[in-house]
């Protein structure tokens, strides 16, 4: 009889360890939020300093920006970036503001350094980088055009909940923004993982140096009232993932130019000398928005299935 009890008190001790392992394995939603229509980027409403914005998720920024028309609305002081050179793909960022306050859902979080960019940005008001992202994971739901922030207290890997069958692509964080190894015509190459960018580019000095093209004999196109070449390929994959005759944007590494304005020359070529530039890959919207995407930034693994899987 006394052995009978202890079994049945050990069983249900048992009992209540497992429902306690599958509530802590459970995913906590932190806010939801729904897409502003939009085929360019990753746009949704959110409140900064008091007041419903449109924010950008940009994965491929390291830093939280916002621009000069939200910093003169709001009347914010600006101040010089003093203690590093931030690019941006064809300039510098020299001056960053303090945002009173972000919400998102009930996390608050006051007194933030954004990064100031200049140019007309419409009705956009500011994006959060890897500084922000990082501190949660984040669904892009695109056939239901919705965002969620969830909690990183959860069961390595039991992420995905819309469906079976998955792939898993472990990403990095070399220069905090995000980036996956993915295969082009057989060349395995870095490339960013951009939702804050509407195309996908190739850098022009990878096309002449890896492929052995000549990027002016690529076909001319106009987008957006600019001049650009785009270079065709046959193959586009990483894991199960892939995009089939993809065509990418020829972008010239104008960040890896400004820095070496910057960087003495007799330190160019140094051991642990990293001069920035443009991704080698930039994976943008065009090909993102195909997929439904998890990423667990403290796992560094981003889940993805097609847009349309259940």
């Known amino acids: 009889m006394g052995s009978a009890r202890i079994a049945a008190a050990a069983f249900l001790a048992m009992f209540a360890a497992n429902g306690a392992r599958a509530a802590q394995c459970e ?18 409403p959110m409140t900064m300093a008091g007041k419903s914005r449109y924010v950008t998720l940009d994965t491929g920024a390291f830093g939280n920006w916002v621009t000069q028309k939200f910093v003169d609305d709001d009347k914010l002081e600006t101040h010089n970036i003093t203690a590093m050179k931030v690019y941006g793909i064809q300039d510098r960022t020299e001056k ?25 940005f419409g009705e956009l008001s500011a994006g959060l980088g890897t ?37 898993v692509l472990p990403f990095s964080l070399p220069d905090r923004s995000m980036h996956i190894e993915m295969t082009l015509d ?9 939702t804050g960018t ?18 002016s004999s690529e076909k001319e196109i106009t987008l957006e009232g600019q001049k650009m070449r785009s270079a065709a390929f046959h193959s586009l994959s990483i894991g ?12 010239r590494d104008k960040m890896r130019e400004l820095a070496k304005e910057d960087v003495p020359v ?7 000398v990293n001069l920035m530039h443009f991704p080698h890959l930039l994976l943008g919207l065009d090909a993102i928005r195909h997929l439904h995407i998890y990423i667990a930034y403290k796992e560094r693994k981003i889940y993805v299935t097609s847009a349309d899987a259940h």
Request: one cysteine or more.
């Open 27 to 44: 995913l906590k939603l932190i806010a939801s939020y729904d897409m502003v229509p939009s085929d360019s980027i990753v746009v949704i």
């Open 96 to 120: 960053y503001t303090v945002v009173p306050s972000v919400e998102i859902g009930a996390v608050h979080q006051p007194d933030s350094n954004f990064m100031v960019m200049s140019g007309d």
């Open 131 to 167: 500084n922000a992202l990082a501190q949660f994971d984040i669904e892009f739901d695109f056939a239901a055009q919705k965002v969620k922030f969830f909690s990183q207290d959860y069961c390595e890997g039991q992420v995905v909940y819309w469906t079976k069958e998955y792939t």
């Open 186 to 194: 057989g060349h395995t190459l870095d490339t960013g993982f951009d």
């Open 198 to 215: 509407t195309y996908s580019y190739i850098n022009e000095r990878v096309l002449v140096g890896t492929f052995g093209r000549d990027p």
């Open 240 to 251: 199960g993932v892939s995009f089939p005759n993809p065509s990418l944007l020829v972008m």
């Open 266 to 272: 007799k330190d160019q070529n140094q051991a642990g």
